[in-house]
């Protein structure tokens, strides 16, 4: 029996890789003739960094940068000196995990710390940045990144714009002259989780309540996502409703896009590229996969979604491992035969958030002794 185990990461709890490790662990424990094949999916959020990495034998660095509440916090990328290339996790200095619950509002929260840890890696010579920019606790369409690259975000009187959401309802000219020559000599590669436009109802506003929005924010937010879109399209004619992938990490790849020529790509399918995974898929009798929150994002090109979709056109079964998730999706079309739900199994999600690890052991010995007699299971 070959079991994949392809999870992303929960947000605001543990990564990818942790997820895999503790289910691994549990089935582990039946003592069941299994080979199981780990396999940590990141499509741009917490984990890139990580895996990209390891593959590419990269070395780590370590910077003091600004984190998304203003606040000096410790943060790492790496570089691949042999293709002078940086890899920059966004969650690293702006993810949401980085923010208490209670100060969770997207309306304040700030991505300068992106843009610091892309000034330091230029400036130990690296000519390519790809910025994974998965599970991000911001909507600052990246204007706090790029102006600790010296873009300046300007309202109606030249005055500086707020560095955050609250900062592009008045924002009313972009002035880029600090990166006329940077953005010609370096290459941004952005490693979106989701293929979302930057403005309605399947902007970016559709994670606003993830990083904290309240219900009176999401008119604002949406306005000045809207300020920002019309900024843009009257300064670079570049609408970026029509740019797939321009709403992701509260807009950053949009801007990035417009302002730094950056390029925006699939996370999940620069992954599935560099490991193999559609290889791999083919190769298990049973993928278990999963993330934090399973809804109607999640086939937005999220990579749980992507890799459900892989499984299906392979006929493979597949378990959901996840923190919580929408009642009312209709999974089993996708070829589910199991879900296990973190919030379920104890109650609420404080305590399911807190004891993930522990409860991931428990739910991979669990999978494993109550499918024994599944029809398309066969353990033998």
Known sequence: MKILIAPASFKGSITSKEVSNSIANGIKKTKRNIVINELPIADG????????????????????I???????IKAKYSIIQKKKLAIIELAQAAGLHLIPDYLRSPLKTTTIGVGELIKDSIR??????????GDSGTIDCGIGAMSALGVK??????????????????????????VSLLKNSIEFVILADVSNPLTGKNGAIVYAKQKGARKKDLPLI??????????ILNQYDINLDK?????????????????????????????EKIFNLNQKIKSADLVITGEGKIDGTTFSGKATGRVIELCRK???????????????????????????????????????????????????????????????????
Do not use: W
């Not at 949406?222 to 900024?231: D, G, H, T, Y």
């Open 124 to 133: 130990r010579g690296c000519k390519t940045i790809l910025i994974g920019v």
């Open 314 to 380: 392979c006929h493979k079964p597949i378990i959901i491992v996840c923190g919580d998730y929408d009642r009312n999706l209709k999974l089993k079309k996708y070829g589910v035969i199991k879900m296990f739900s973190l919030v379920e199994i104890v109650g609420n999600k404080e305590n399911a958030f807190q004891q993930a690890r522990k409860i991931l052991e428990q739910v991979g010995t669990d999978l494993i002794l109550t499918l024994s007699s599944h029809s398309r299971i066969n353990f033998n």
């Open 153 to 178: 975000s300007l309202d109606k009187n030249s005055e500086t714009a707020e560095l955050n959401c609250s900062g592009l309802l008045k924002l009313s000219r972009i002035d880029d002259t600090a």
């Open 222 to 231: 949406e306005q000045a996502l809207r300020n920002f879109r019309k900024v």
């Open 66 to 72: 600004t984190g998304p509440l203003g606040k000096k």
């Open 45 to 64: 959020g917490l984990g890139t960094l990580d895996m990209i990495t390891e593959h590419f034998k990269g070395k780590y660095v370590s910077c003091h």
């Open 243 to 271: 740019i797939k992938g321009a709403g992701a990490a509260g807009g950053i790849a949009g801007g990035m896009y417009a302002i730094l020529n950056a390029k925006i790509i699939s996370g999940f399918d620069y992954f």
